[in-house]
């Protein structure tokens, strides 16, 4: 049985999941142990000024250091350390990362949005697939919108896009990204593909829990757009009261909801699953087959 740790520097929030992976009847385990998501807001400075400031670098060592002594106190074997669209996109980057390892010890990788898509591809659940129908992967996150597809069993191609609830609330964006998004999905598939929507990420989650969908089941177009159109009724405090949302999701839940519902309407779509994962997930099936092949090689 071991423990393996997988951190993601995102635009909206760092988050850490820790991990036991055993097997069982010849079945592989990967069981959630610890959790934790510290909503920094890396891409409130990165998408606006073009660069990380002071503070938050400060602010991102501190939760590291904290992430540390938290794996210490695991026994964590193994850890990866993802840095997504914020610090991709910062002029600053070499000097974030430079210091943030230098105070804490710990090792970041860059990583490109097409590995990210990939690797949140990796963390979808394995399902039964059927040959005449064609997976789609979206996860929407703080500064970029990751997708992947999966038809008639053909290896998953994935893009990302420039588009994130937090880069939506500062406005940072291209509008024609939305075409973008239409036109890389269409090249890709055919118009009478059968397709199956899979949605990942924290604000469709909550989207999920919010619209009373059961556990498990699909959530409807319709239960997206109601809760869209009750949410935008009320202000950002209003939120935060009504819904009893946090603060650090009570603004973003809105460009999530929008994402998905232009999603949904580009596909024809009436429902789409929602596995609740995402790119740490993903990075923790990473962490462990590629230390397996590692031993295997060596």
Known sequence: MKKIAAIDIGSNAVRMLICYVFSSKN??????????????????????????????????SDALNSFKYIMKVHNVKQYQIYATSALRESKNAKKVISEVQNSSGLI????????????????????????????????????????????????????????????????????????????WLYSNIDIDDKIKLFSTGGNINKIHSMS?????????????????????KYNYKERIIKFDLSPDRADVIIPGLKIFIFTLDILNLNKMFVPKVGLVDGMIKQIYYENISKKLDS
Not at 38 to 56: A, N, Q
Not at 134 to 163: A, H, M, N, P, W
Not at 212 to 232: A, E, M, R, T, V
């Open 27 to 60: 079945k592989l385990i990967f069981q959630k142990n610890s959790y934790l998501r510290l909503p920094l807001r890396l891409g409130e400075d990165s998408f606006k000024t073009g660069v990380i400031s002071d503070t938050k670098i400060q602010i991102l």
């Open 108 to 183: 970041i990788s860059l990583i490109s949005g097409l590995d990210e898509a990939k690797i949140i591809a990796k963390g979808n659940p394995q399902e039964i697939l059927e040959f005449n129908k064609t997976y789609i992967y979206v996860d929407v996150g703080g500064g970029s919108t990751e997708y992947s597809i999966l038809r008639r069993g053909q290896e998953k191609i994935s893009k990302s896009f420039k588009i994130g609830t937090v880069r939506f609330l500062n406005n940072s964006f291209d509008k024609n990204v939305f075409n973008e998004v239409s036109k």
């Open 212 to 232: 009373g969908s059961k556990p498990g089941k699909p959530i409807s177009y319709l239960s997206i757009k109601n809760l869209y159109n009750n949410l935008i």
